[in-house]
């Protein structure tokens, strides 16, 4: 059974990993310095005809990117003078969910993926009396995001103007806690290791 669970997982972090390498690859593989200006919306393709001539590969992740990404150009790094198809935070997130799903990899699960979660947390220990199973691990979800959320937030109401590091780290916490809490959950599901109670 652990071996089924861990397939899951590593197939899950092989595609987050093959595509967090093409979002740095598609600027790399395009004509230094032409990529640039793409700034839009998010939940729309803003400049499609900007990437025809663009390999298959690199079209398909830009057009990824144009469609769930702003691509704000001044929130955005670059890669051989190229904007890259996703904004900082987003490069982020995506590392992060490399990131959470490498640490969730290993992790020896019992029935519930909260009590699994109060023990990593807690050196071992059951989950204290006092706190519920369900909402410490909402609570922990909800701490993963809170930076992004505040970082973001503050930004759309006031004249606070965020930086791309801030972005980068701010959206890794995020990704990083998802996806580590995504494979605990998907672990639990296939039911206890032997030798753990839930």
Not at 16 to 36: D, H, N, S
Not at 39 to 66: K, Q
Not at 139 to 157: E, H, K, W, Y
Request: with cysteine; proline share 5%.
């Amino acid at each position: 059974m652990k071996h089924i669970r861990n397939r899951a997982i590593l197939i899950l972090l092989i595609l987050a990993l093959t595509w967090f390498v093409l979002m740095f690859a598609a600027p790399a593989m395009e004509e230094k310095g032409t990529i640039t200006h793409l700034d839009g919306a998010a939940n729309r393709v803003d400049n499609a005809d900007r990437y025809e001539d663009f390999n298959p590969v690199s079209r398909v992740v830009y057009l990824f990117g144009d469609f769930n990404c702003h691509q704000i150009e001044s929130r955005s790094y670059h890669v051989n003078g190229n904007q890259m198809p996703l904004c900082a935070r987003d490069v982020g997130t995506f590392g992060g969910v490399v990131m959470g799903l490498v640490l969730a990899l290993p992790v020896r699960v019992s029935n519930s993926s909260r009590e699994t979660l109060a023990r990593i947390t807690f050196r071992g220990r059951s989950l204290p009396r006092f706190l519920n199973p369900t909402g410490f691990f909402i609570l922990v979800l909800f701490l993963g995001f809170l930076p992004t959320a505040l970082d973001g937030g503050i930004q759309l109401i006031t004249n606070y103007e965020s930086t791309n590091p801030m972005r980068l780290l701010t959206g890794g916490i995020m990704g990083a806690v998802g996806a580590f809490l995504l494979g605990i959950f998907m672990q639990s599901k296939f039911g206890p290791e032997p030798g753990l109670d839930g």
